[in-house]
Nanobody
Framework: QVQLVESGGGLVQAGGSLRLSCTAS????????MGWYRQAPGKQRELVAQ???????NYADSVKGRFTISRDNAKNTVYLQMNSLKPEDTAVYYC??????????????WGQGTQVTVSS
C-alpha cells in the first residue's frame, strides 16, 4: 500500500558528499516515520537515520555530525544529506517507512536500495 523509490547513490571520494532521496506513494498518510538503513558486505542492516511525523530525528552514532535527514511533505520525499563521507560508509542504503496496522501492529515498507561507494 506504500511504495518507496530511492535515488542519489553513486561513487564518491572520501570527504565528499552525496544526497539520497526517497519518494513515497500510495497510502502516505498512514506513515508514522521514515528513515534510512544501510547494509555493508558481511554486516547486518543497521539504522542510519530516522525522522518522525513530528520531525524528531535519530541518528546512528557513527554518522552524527556528518549526515542530516530531512523531509519535504509537499513532495512526499525524505532526504539523507551525507557529508564528510568515509570508506566505512560504503553500503547499500535502503529507505524505510513505518506505520501501524489496525490493532497497533507495526509494519515496515522498504525501498529497492541504492549503492553508495566511498573510495579512499
Amino acid at each position: 500500500q506504500v511504495q518507496l523509490v530511492e535515488s542519489g547513490g553513486g561513487l564518491v571520494q572520501a570527504g565528499g558528499s552525496l544526497r539520497l532521496s526517497c519518494t513515497a506513494s500510495g497510502n502516505i498518510f498512514s506513515i508514522s516515520a521514515m528513515g534510512w538503513y544501510r547494509q555493508a558486505p558481511g554486516k547486518q542492516r543497521e539504522l542510519v537515520a530516522q525522522i518522525t511525523n513530528s520531525e524528531h530525528t535519530n541518528y546512528a552514532d557513527s554518522v552524527k555530525g556528518r549526515f542530516t535527514i530531512s523531509r519535504d511533505n509537499a513532495k512526499n520525499t525524505v532526504y539523507l544529506q551525507m557529508n564528510s563521507l568515509k570508506p566505512e560508509d560504503t553500503a547499500v542504503y535502503y529507505c524505510n517507512a513505518a506505520r501501524f496496522l489496525p490493532g497497533n501492529i507495526p509494519w515496515d515498507y522498504w525501498g529497492q536500495g541504492t549503492q553508495v561507494t566511498v573510495s579512499s
